[in-house]
């Protein structure tokens, strides 16, 4: 039974051929019509999502499939006082498929230690998003046309960003990449990830500002501060406003710098910028329905 | 200072000096019917002062509990006066239910029936990391 709970469990060559599956949908839906007919893809979000939990229907339901599920922790038995494990082993028995965003942090593997049907981590707490990060990658492919030897510039929310731990994971794995981290001291990529980086003699650097390195970058991705992440709120007023991209500072920026964010967005990046052909954060978007077809099939096809 | 040698049982050697008591609640030895001595600050050739923990009976000890807790410690199986077995010990590549994840975040700190496993990630440094939420495991047992 395969699984997906952090980006890692895939590799290169895996990545590749589920990017060349998902651009090959993306080029001609249609055929991919009724492939997945008669199959039911459980949607299970204990925590609020609009893109991910929809990306993952639209997908399902692009390749004839079928979906059902929950959008919030208070519409399952969780209310009642049910363990994940035995949510999991429970709709496992109505499913083909699983996907599951839980906030607490590790949550997946505590699912598929019962699960008999594939899972797929949706997202869990400030840990893990793979699925964003297989529409990242697709995303930069497809822009750039390559996934090595580029500069990648992450700003934000380093701390509890899933988004971008998840991200830094999938590309450290790609020669002559280097990582530009650009947040508050308060938000800085966690210990652990810094220490994979040294120990794997990935370059890095650690900045303040984002004008300072803005016009270095191939990529500048760009994260929200998570209110739902902080145990005290002063904290996240303080820092919520730190980074504001907008076309002041996209003049400072290369003409081939690429601009994406996961969203939702609040005010990390101006509405003006928009329209500037370098922000594709609204490409992005499309790309995960594809990315997560693609990743529906090949976990169907190794469970077979 | 004499204590006397056991016939039967299990001798904890090369413990560094002054992290016997530590050790000897991580086993749960305080809970043994059976006579346990500790010996602390004897003077060693070796590490200058080292502790000792001699337990009067057979008992089954968790080797990964103490490889955690300190890798150079010798563990010696005493039979009829003699060491039949002298086991030497590493730091456990994984930790099953002996330390406990203490990230708020974590899925272990809502799902109570999952097991507590943490893997080695750096040998060197001794960081082991919760297997569901790579927080760092800190602090004693």
Redesign the interface.
């Given at each position: 039974m395969r699984h997906l709970i952090e980006i890692t469990d895939l590799s290169r060559s895996e990545i590749a051929a589920l990017l060349d599956l998902a651009d090959d949908m993306r080029a001609r839906p249609r055929d991919y019509g009724d492939t997945q007919k008669g199959r039911i893809l459980a949607t299970l979000f204990f925590e609020p999502s609009t893109r991910t939990r929809l990306s993952f229907e639209s997908a399902m339901l692009t390749m004839g499939g079928s979906v059902l599920g929950f959008s919030s922790a208070d519409a399952s038995s969780t209310s009642k006082g049910e363990?994940?494990?035995d949510t999991i082993r429970t709709v496992a028995c109505y499913s083909d498929i699983i996907a599951m965003r839980?906030?607490?942090?590790?949550?997946p593997?505590?699912a598929v230690?019962k699960a008999d049907v594939p899972v797929i981590n949706a997202g869990?707490?400030?840990?893990n998003h793979p699925t964003q990060t297989l529409t990242d990658l697709m995303t930069i492919r497809r822009e750039k046309g390559r996934l090595d030897s580029l500069t990648i510039g992450l700003c934000g929310d380093l701390k509890f960003g899933r988004t971008v731990h998840s991200l830094i994971q999938a590309m450290s794995r790609y020669p002559s990449v280097r990582f530009v981290l650009i947040s508050p001291p308060e938000l800085r990529l966690p210990?652990?990830l810094i220490?994979n980086l040294d120990?794997a003699g990935i370059p890095w650097e650690s900045h303040e500002r984002m004008e300072d390195v803005i016009g270095s970058l191939d990529i500048l991705y760009m994260t929200r501060v998570q209110r739902e992440r902080f145990f005290n709120e002063a904290d996240y007023v303080r820092l919520k406003d730190t980074y504001v991209l907008t076309p002041e500072k996209m003049r400072l920026a290369g003409p081939d710098l690429r601009v994406m964010h996961p969203l939702p967005r609040v005010n990390e990046i101006s509405p003006r910028v928009d329209d500037d052909p370098r922000a594709i954060y609204f490409d992005q978007v499309r790309n995960g329905r594809y990315v997560r077809m693609a990743l529906i099939t090949k976990l169907l096809e190794a469970s077979v | 200072m004499n204590i006397d040698s056991i016939r039967r049982g299990i001798v904890l050697d090369h413990i560094q000096a002054g992290h016997s008591m530590e050790l000897y609640q991580a086993l749960g030895l305080d809970r043994l019917p059976c006579s346990v001595a500790i010996i602390r600050n004897v003077k060693s050739e070796a590490m200058g002062k080292k502790d000792i923990i001699k337990v009067d009976d057979d008992i089954d000890i968790d080797l990964d509990v103490v490889g955690y807790l300190d890798p150079g410690i010798t563990v010696n199986i005493i039979e009829d006066s003699a060491i039949i077995e002298k086991k030497h010990l590493a730091l456990p590549r994984e930790l099953k239910n002996i330390a406990v994840c203490r990230n708020p975040r974590c899925i272990t700190t809502s799902e109570r029936s999952l097991d507590q496993l943490f893997r080695l990630t750096d040998e060197k440094r001794r960081v082991y990391r919760c297997r569901y939420c790579d927080a760092e495991l800190k602090g004693t047992l």
């Amino acid at each position: 039974m395969r699984h997906l709970i952090e980006i890692t469990d895939l590799s290169r060559s895996e990545i590749a051929a589920l990017l060349d599956l998902a651009d090959d949908m993306r080029a001609r839906p249609r055929d991919y019509g009724d492939t997945q007919k008669g199959r039911i893809l459980a949607t299970l979000f204990f925590e609020p999502s609009t893109r991910t939990r929809l990306s993952f229907e639209s997908a399902m339901l692009t390749m004839g499939g079928s979906v059902l599920g929950f959008s919030s922790a208070d519409a399952s038995s969780t209310s009642k006082g049910e363990s994940l494990q035995d949510t999991i082993r429970t709709v496992a028995c109505y499913s083909d498929i699983i996907a599951m965003r839980h906030p607490k942090e590790g949550a997946p593997l505590a699912a598929v230690q019962k699960a008999d049907v594939p899972v797929i981590n949706a997202g869990d707490g400030g840990h893990n998003h793979p699925t964003q990060t297989l529409t990242d990658l697709m995303t930069i492919r497809r822009e750039k046309g390559r996934l090595d030897s580029l500069t990648i510039g992450l700003c934000g929310d380093l701390k509890f960003g899933r988004t971008v731990h998840s991200l830094i994971q999938a590309m450290s794995r790609y020669p002559s990449v280097r990582f530009v981290l650009i947040s508050p001291p308060e938000l800085r990529l966690p210990d652990y990830l810094i220490q994979n980086l040294d120990d794997a003699g990935i370059p890095w650097e650690s900045h303040e500002r984002m004008e300072d390195v803005i016009g270095s970058l191939d990529i500048l991705y760009m994260t929200r501060v998570q209110r739902e992440r902080f145990f005290n709120e002063a904290d996240y007023v303080r820092l919520k406003d730190t980074y504001v991209l907008t076309p002041e500072k996209m003049r400072l920026a290369g003409p081939d710098l690429r601009v994406m964010h996961p969203l939702p967005r609040v005010n990390e990046i101006s509405p003006r910028v928009d329209d500037d052909p370098r922000a594709i954060y609204f490409d992005q978007v499309r790309n995960g329905r594809y990315v997560r077809m693609a990743l529906i099939t090949k976990l169907l096809e190794a469970s077979v | 200072m004499n204590i006397d040698s056991i016939r039967r049982g299990i001798v904890l050697d090369h413990i560094q000096a002054g992290h016997s008591m530590e050790l000897y609640q991580a086993l749960g030895l305080d809970r043994l019917p059976c006579s346990v001595a500790i010996i602390r600050n004897v003077k060693s050739e070796a590490m200058g002062k080292k502790d000792i923990i001699k337990v009067d009976d057979d008992i089954d000890i968790d080797l990964d509990v103490v490889g955690y807790l300190d890798p150079g410690i010798t563990v010696n199986i005493i039979e009829d006066s003699a060491i039949i077995e002298k086991k030497h010990l590493a730091l456990p590549r994984e930790l099953k239910n002996i330390a406990v994840c203490r990230n708020p975040r974590c899925i272990t700190t809502s799902e109570r029936s999952l097991d507590q496993l943490f893997r080695l990630t750096d040998e060197k440094r001794r960081v082991y990391r919760c297997r569901y939420c790579d927080a760092e495991l800190k602090g004693t047992l």
